[in-house]
């Protein structure tokens, strides 16, 4: 493996989460390169590297909101896993919603963690901190 | 001539003894009537009856006397002294005024019975003297002191009893009853004995000197025996007559007073009140009865009922069932109140209130109905129902708020308390004092504000979020919150110990916040001391009570009520953190099951709070399950 950055995509419509989470990885000391899309339709177009995105990055993770606009993140789940291309790439769930059906539908989707954002900023970055460690540290992730 | 000195021999006319003893008895029959009669009377009528009672039955007893007398033969020839025969009358009318007027009292004690008894007996002892002393006769008469004083005593003890009885019997309304008859049998015989062992007490022994006087002195013949006995049976059948006479009439006033009572009751009821025949034609129809539907008397006489009251429009079922039982006298609409639309004169409905009862009159059946208009009622109990509603939905608004409110407010705030919490871990002592305690300040209200927000999502949530309430392990929710509480638990040494708990109806998520809020609290406010708590319950009629008992800080009695009030603290937030929502979910989740939460303390020794959950229907097992188990320990 090379020592490239490792490719993040976040979806996530609040700026102010999306900052918080970039921040809370900056805490966490992990250079990565992070793309922060802010709907679902877009998040598809730029894996799918339709359009614009016709020479994106393929992410090595996606961080994943389930509240997004025009496409949710639900139906974003269910797409990249039902796409061949797409359903290697780990999915971890990150999302304000601790409601139980929530939780079993991401999994059912075949997400590959989920992960309720804590309300406290110390418990968040350990959350970030514990996703390094876990899926960009100790896990082999597939190659491109 | 007899020899002076010797006894004369005396003897008896049996028959006039027996006249004597009947005629007794008859005075004793017609005292007791009239006791009665003077007891019932009132006003001059009483005294009416006093008088005459006392004369007829004082002339009975001095004829009983007199006759007694008559019935006493001695070989000498007798005459009366007439003067002295009226006095001895005069004493038996008196006896017998007061015996009647003791008896007529409403109240007869000992005292008054012996005084009454003194009197009535005395009088007719001194009749009887008196008597005996109008004599005129050729001989002496001397009295045996002892039976002298045997008669007088015997007059009084006669008297005593002859006044228990007739107070006793006096109400006897009847004009003739046994009871009465035998009180006067008793009453009757008892006269004569004291008559003669008085005419005992007398010897007579021939006069040494004749010199009597004679001037007012008449002789007794068999004729005027005859005549004494003719006036006073006739004195007694009079006494008798009259007494039934006004017995009866008595009666017929009251019958008739008590029934212009009624009619008068009826006439100023505030209920219509109507009388129906057996063809459901209207034979009577009071003043409220015109005023409810709006018909005269004279009017609604004779109408058929159901068509006076039913709007034809109606045809419900109890108008139906109105319509078959006046049609065929029976139906459930008898004996019970049905409310029923009824029609006004001016065509308007109204609400009523209906009663019928049928009444069996001889051979003849009426129905007597009783109708209330309903209408102040019915608008009241509508508007009480609308009210109920608005409530409902307005709390129900209100909740829905309150969560949406709280969930919506949780996104922004969780962005302010983020980054105020960045900014100060990014430039904590980067920038001057006052920075570092601004920021200080935003984070900590940011923190205090997610918690309040948390605490009234989860209080609204016991209503919106709640699930139906199940057949629920009680212990098994208690040990969930006691697991969900393990870290508090270990830090502050707390031993919890639970005693046998049942099986209820509950949402077991909220029972389980119940007890961990209650534990969770038990453990808060501790004492220097190691906490102890300890989880019971106990059945009490319809319902559980459980307790959760700790040894901690304790409340005061003013605050018994409002620690169940959101918001309500008794404590800073450096002495015990909390926003005081805790106990207001409890008491919304008690609530929500059925029950009743409160708190029993004594400062310093530690709290208990006790709420109730019904008892569920199939959990009688269970009860007596515990019941063995509690028995065994």
Known sequence: ?144 | MTPPGMVLASSYDYLLVALSVIIAVLASYAALDLAGRVTSARGKARLLWLCGGAMAMGFGIWSMHYIGMLAFRLPVPVQYDWPTVSLSLLAAILASAVALFVVSRHQMGVIRASLGSILMGGGIAAMHYIGMAAMRLPAMCRYSPSLFLLSVVLAIVISFVALWLTFYFRTETTAWSWRKAISALVMGAAIPIMHYTGMAAATFTPATSSHQDLSHAVNVSSLSVVGITIVTLMVFGLVLLTSLADRRFSIQALELESSRRHHQIIETALDAFVEMDSDGLITNWNARAEITFGRSRSDAIGQPFSEIIIPHQYCDAHTQGLRRFLATGEGPVLNQRIEITALHRDGSVFPIELAISPILWGKRRFYAAFVRDVTERKRAEQELARRAEELARSNADLEQFAYVASHDLQEPLRMVASYTQLLGRRYQGKLDADADEFIAFAVDGATRMQQLIQDLLSFSRVTTKGKELQLTDSRAACDQAIANLRAAMSESGTVVTTGSLPTVRADATQLTQLFQNLIGNAIKYRNECKPEVQVAATPVEDRWVFSVQDNGIGIEPQYFERIFQMFQRLHTRKQYTGTGVGLAICRKIVERHGGRIWVESQPGKGSAFLFTIPRAEGETNDFKAYRNSAGGR
């Open chain 1, 1 to 144: 493996m090379t020592s490239r950055p490792i490719e993040i995509l976040l979806v996530e419509d609040n700026p102010g989460d999306a900052r918080l989470t970039l921040e809370a990885f900056k805490e966490a000391k992990v250079i990565n390169n992070f793309t922060v899309l802010s709907d679902g339709v877009e998040a598809l177009a730029y894996l799918r590297r339709q359009g614009v995105y016709a020479k994106s990055v393929q992410p090595d993770l996606i961080l994943l909101d389930l509240n997004l606009p025009k496409k949710d993140g639900r139906e974003v789940l269910a797409e990249i896993k039902a796409d061949e291309q797409l359903m290697k790439t780990p999915v971890v769930v990150l999302t304000t919603s601790a409601a139980e059906e929530d939780i079993a539908r991401a999994y059912s989707r075949h997400a590959n963690c989920y992960i309720t954002k804590p309300v406290d900023l110390d418990q968040f970055l350990r959350v970030a901190q514990s996703i390094e460690s876990f899926w960009l540290s100790l896990v082999k992730l597939p190659l491109h």
